[in-house]
């Protein structure tokens, strides 16, 4: 079970569009509609942000937005906010061993 | 609102077991949810340790599998984590989560300690 591969960094100026991508396998990202990402500020717990690919729960900005090509998972953020400014985690669904997360990314606001 | 509060030693010796609890509260343990650990290493990422059922059933990460028991007690709503033999590498803040087909809520997370 290996993590999913995401950019250790990616950075925006306020109001720009950042995509943060997410590599795994045909064995959990391309075998299921199962990846869901988190926002961790430091010192906090992470904070679910997109589920099941591109599902918003209750209270997330509609600037976060999820998609999948393949293996690869995408998380965008458009009119970047000060407070974006966090580490990002993608997680799939992998079968028989269920769980896997990615690296994570730290997204700088410029 | 389910609501999720980690609990345990903050020191733990080295080829000692390091044990936390994970309390449940605002919903039963008992609903149709698999409820799991989770750490991350001071400066890295997350790492999914293991999940339970309220049946007992249970799903462990394979590199840790040999070390780990997950438990669930009904009675008091909430499950625990038991993590042998430990050594500095396992220095970590652990989270418990609710696990849908996604993590959420998560507790606040507990750093524990490996040192003698």
């Known amino acids: 079970q290996s993590a999913l591969t995401q950019p250790a960094s990616v950075s925006g100026s306020p109001g720009q569009s950042i995509t943060i991508s997410c590599t795994g396998t045909s064995s959990d990202v391309g075998s299921y509609n199962l990846v869901s990402w988190y926002q961790q500020h430091p010192g906090k717990a992470p904070k679910l942000m997109i589920y099941e690919v591109s599902k918003r729960p209750s209270g997330v900005s509609n600037r976060f937005s999820g998609s999948k090509s393949g293996n690869t998972a995408s998380l965008t953020i458009s009119g970047l906010q000060a407070e974006d400014e966090a580490d990002y985690y993608c997680c799939s669904y992998a079968g028989s061993s269920p769980w896997v997360f990615g690296g994570g990314t730290k997204l700088t606001v410029l | 609102q389910v609501q999720l509060q980690e609990s345990g030693p903050g020191l733990v010796k080295p080829s000692g077991t390091l044990s936390l609890t994970c309390a449940v509260s605002?919903?039963?343990?008992?609903?149709?949810?698999?409820w799991s650990w989770v750490r991350q290493p001071p400066g890295k990422g997350l790492e999914w340790i293991g999940e339970?059922?309220?049946?007992?059933?249970?799903n462990y990460n394979p590199s840790l599998k040999s070390r780990v028991t997950i438990s669930v007690d009904k009675s008091k709503n909430q499950f625990s984590l038991k993590l042998s033999s430990v050594t500095a590498a396992d220095t970590a803040v652990y989270y418990c989560a609710r696990v849908r087909h996604w993590f959420d809520p998560w507790g606040q997370g507990t750093l524990v300690t490996v040192s003698s």
């Open positions: 339970i059922y309220h049946s007992g059933s249970t």
């Open positions: 605002g919903g039963s343990i008992s609903s149709s949810n698999w």
